[in-house]
């Protein structure tokens, strides 16, 4: 029964420990998001889009139908003869058949422009999935550093409040000073304001967390802080690969093409066009001396714009220039990208040799209150200012390694963002 009972506990553990990990709440977040989902939803309106596009190479029918019926009264013929009063209905039915021939490349054009919107709105929506995916591992490990803060402030104020006992205690054998107790209860009453801001920004992160993930928050102790990331090994493949993976990119070079096949678009509409189109139409008494007449017709048009008042010369102008932007915007957008992978990638390296220097740091100062700590307590020559400043100090280095690594792990993040390799597939 032992055996059965401990199987089921860890279980139970595993389970929690396997599901209360980034991985779970970043697909939260992707199932939650709502800016995400209305990206879904644009991507949908572009694909129609695309089968709009595809209706210029298609014929058209049209179906229509009139039906009129005339009463004429008060008829006289020329000599001033009254005639008596006529009715005449009449119905006339029609359908058509209509196929653009050739259209001087318009509709090839705006088909192949409808397709890069296509590409470009499926980029967008990659592009909000990566800052769904930041502003989740923001929320995520913010919220454990938070939670860290608080549980460090927490031990801090608990151990002034048994130093303020203990140097109460101390004061009446005459051991210390009054005013190393005073110090001691000033010590505690800042450890406590302390204790409350770090409260309040965990509550804050608390609710950043739900805000992004569109879940509770759990209990932090059981938060899994792993992750794992494959990251570029130098700031020269960064480089190469934002160069040719990152989306903003990808989009600049999408809109660049777009202003190509905007102004192929209107290039096209000073070209001469053709059309067919074949109808017939049935009328029913449509006079008096005929019954009803079939009529079957068959026309082939075309037309050649030659002068619409300099409007289509400044369209091209227009869309020139606006393709001209484009082409600019592109290479601002590469410089920019370049610029913030090497600042992705300093971070990066920065945030890592942090860690590392805090993590001595706080391995120092733990020694260093340890020994100093008993030395007060055994009555040595240490002072209670002394005691206050290495409390101080560990509580200090405990919070910048908590936040060194909460760092660190963003810094991961957001240089992958910069390559354009973030995904789901990417975070483990």
Partial sequence: MKIFIIFLNFLIFSSVSAE?????????????????????????SVKQSQNISKSEFLPSITISGDQTSTTSTNRTDQSGTSLSDSNLDSEST?????????????????????????????????QVENQTILKTAEAYFDLIFKSKNEIFNILNVNLFERQV????????????????????????????????????????????????????????????????IKLPNSLEESLNLSSLKNISIQIAKINYEIAE??????????????????????NKDFSSSIDSRDDETVQAKITWPIIK???????????TYDKQRAKLLLKDTENKIASKTSIAWSNYQSSKSVVDATRSQLKAAE???????????????????????????LLDARIAFAKA?????????????????????TVK
Wanted: hydrophobic share 35%.
């Fill in 20 to 44: 209360e990990n980034f991985k779970f709440f970043l697909n939260k977040a992707f199932q939650n998001n709502l800016q995400l989902n209305a990206e879904r939803k644009k991507l949908d």
């Fill in 94 to 126: 029609s359908i058509s058949l209509e196929q653009k021939i050739f259209t001087g490349f318009k509709g090839l054009n705006t088909f192949k422009k409808s397709e890069l919107e296509g590409k470009k709105a499926d980029l967008e929506l990659k």
């Fill in 165 to 228: 006992e203990s140097d109460s205690a101390r004061v009446q054998k005459g051991e210390i000073t009054l005013t190393d107790l005073a110090q001691s209860e000033s010590s505690l009453a800042g450890a406590n304001a302390s204790l409350i801001k770090a409260k309040t920004e965990f509550r804050s992160s608390i609710k950043n967390f739900e805000i992004v993930t569109g879940e509770k928050a759990p209990d932090t102790k059981n938060l899994n802080e792993k992750v794992s």
């Fill in 261 to 282: 096949k905007d102004l192929n678009i209107e290039k096209a509409r000073l070209s001469p066009s053709a059309s067919i189109k074949v109808s017939k139409t049935e």
């Fill in 309 to 319: 008042g300099g409007e289509n010369i400044s369209s091209i102008k227009k869309s």
């Fill in 367 to 393: 020694i260093a209150n340890e020994g100093i700590t008993l030395e007060y307590n055994s009555g040595n020559t240490r002072t209670t200012l002394d005691l206050i400043q290495s409390r101080s100090l």
């Fill in 405 to 425: 690594e909460r760092d660190f792990i963003i810094s991961q993040f957001q240089l992958i963002n910069q390559i354009g390799s973030l995904s789901l597939k």
